[in-house]
């Protein structure tokens, strides 16, 4: 049996993962409108043997700060998340694709034929981060529904990924015919109708589009409050995670994957890929050159901004900054990343700016700073100790940061044994090693809410 | 002064645009899951000096009738338009690619900035075919709408443009700086809310993704009803329309050009294209062999059906298919069609079978069967009555139909001066000759409804 591999991933940002990559002099400040550089990302990741190019997106501008807004280059993420991963699928031919769309802000039918058609264009090669857009920024762009609250979205969510697999599940491959002689195209089982009729949705199906060579999308989630977690266990293939410390990423990726067996479903096939921020130097001491220099590209007002937003929206403009972070209201939005950021800031005795500063740059994530052989060492701690399947590599900057890691730690994991990359697999569900989903009669394998 | 010029535009289609072209054996009967099908098609025409790529779309199956279901490859159009829009604007460099979506069944905010990303991708080639989605197979996908008649579709539309145009004119692109050195990122006159609160739709914007090239995608429509022709007189750069002949061509054209001029505006800015389904012969005995060729596939029950679906979902099965067709309750969903059609079985003498193969081949536009002087003739007879300012060509098969026109029609069309490739323009808005639209203010332009 082949020894267990690391999956990696690339996140496909504008000039870099870090707040103010837009500033430093490597990057391209129009980077958010130029649709190359995110081909060219991500041909670099698929070059280098990654199996994921990773798509967030956001349905709207976060306005704390106005003062804020207008010193980053992210209040836009450049492109909408579908129509971007259909481009780069179609500049690349073996990377998976995993692109950020909403349960709350959609419709069941229109994102199962979007992603659908996604596979076909990708020839089976993408996956669907289910996101369940927190932001009351988000919410006011839309036609109301019926609650916002955590719980509600969640449920919501739930009957949107059942609705959605119904939908791919509506079609028998094995009844797609084709027979130009009799002029029969399909057999007369090919289809079948969903009939659902939920709290949230009504479709009657079925999908008007047919299923790819890996049969359906693979599903990432990344909640990771509780509810975020028991949807991820029920229904997700991959799940993306900040966690700041080795200690945190192994508590999660082990009840993650207890509640995966709780399902009764195999752990093996959910994949726990923490974040991880990697600032690269020929020394410790470059890379932490490098990371200064970041860091001091840092306007104060974005860091503040951003902690905002990451605590759940709370305003902090009545607070001295330098003092410690004040009791929090109980977020509705965003429960799970409130408190790692607080318990970050009792942890290394942040004042509120210096906890705004130090998140700013990795944004929660994990950061390493050292050479390539310290990074694939930590790696390959957090691989061997049940903290992570894989990783999703957020670059501090493009193209440098993601080439830095390229070419001086990749090689490294493949030296140490963690990392090879798959040349046969031909589907993003293969290259994952994941399960054909069954088809037709799922509902015991995948239980609802 | 340079002279008037065809605007040429082709459909992207499975097997072709004949219903029975998957039986055809010079056809892919697997084209419609063959997304490098529909980049050679667009490609083909790209190279031939072609304005624009065609994507239609639907959101369910027509299941009228099973039999007929089960005979066709079109109750999948393939592929979401706007997904295959983005690989075909990915795989292309000059034409443009106008592609459909429904203003019954998305909300705004999302299709402004699927649109404004296809936008960036393609570089400012991107086009919006505006559909009310008249299917009750369609309805039946989605969560119920307030109201699915004629009329309140229509509204709905028109609310759904106007919200969509605030939404890309939400910015300012002079006020986007990106200065490093001040971390200046945007001036504070870069983006405004649109605060948007009608009968069918909220938004608050703006939206988060920023213009292109050509300020925002130009916009196409095909409704031929009362409410369609005065929503395209209002707003659209595109007129498609399916006219079975020159003398209703003609009318059609003039009406819309009028009911533009009424609204104030420019009717050189308003493109109509009627659809011309051109079989192409050596001699016309040829063309009349391969259209016979084609007409000899079809299937009675797929011809009824798809009658059925173009009188409006009207039931025919309990009619005498060799008797005239019988009078019908009037559509609420595709009137102008109903009439075109039962005109055109008064006019020819045709039974309801008759009628049902006459039309399932061009599917109710104008056909021409004939040699390459034939149909490159009649086109300059529409072009120069003020029957048609272009035409969108619906190659019978693929990839022969389609080569046949650009090998022998397209040079002729040039011979004669009628039409001509432009080489320098980038954006599609450019390369139709419409004028930039007004920004920030353009509430008098565009009246609303």
Redesign the interface.
Known sequence: MASRKLVLGTILYPSGHHVAA????STS??A??D?DHY?RSARAAEEAGFHIAFISD????PQSR?EA?????E??????A??????V???TTRIGVIATASTS???P??LA??L???D??S?GRIGWNIVTSSLE?ER?????IPSFDHADRYERASEFVETVLALWESWNPDSIL?N?QS??????D??KSVDHEGRF??????L???P?SQDHPILAQAGSSDAGKALAARTADVVFTAQPDLAAGRAFYQDLKQRRGAEGRSSDHLLVLPGIFPVVGRTRAEAEDRYATLQD?I?PEVALSLLETYLGDVDLSGVDIDGPLPDLPQSNSIRSRQGLLTGLARQEGLSVIGLARRIAGARGHWQVIGTAEDIAGQMEDWFTAGAADGFMVLPPTFPDGQDDFIRDVVPLLTHRGLFEPDVTARTLRQRLNLPRPLRMNTKTERKSA
Do not use: C, M
């Not at 209040?75 to 909408?80: A, D, L, M, P």
């Not at 006011?140 to 109301?144: A, D, G, I, L, T």
């Not at 949705?201 to 079925?206: A, D, T």
């Open positions: 837009w500033r430093h002099p400040a129009s958010n409108v649709v081909i956001r349905l709207g501008i106005a807004l207008q010193r980053v280059d209040w836009s993420h450049g492109f909408e579908l129509t971007l991963a259909a481009a699928a179609t500049a802000f959609n419709e039918y229109n034929r979007q659908a058609s996604l076909l264009i020839k920024q006011e762009n839309f036609n109301p084709r130009k002029g029969v195209f399909l057999g007369p090919a289809l949705f009504r479709s009657k199906g079925p008007n589009v047919i790819s590209l306007q």
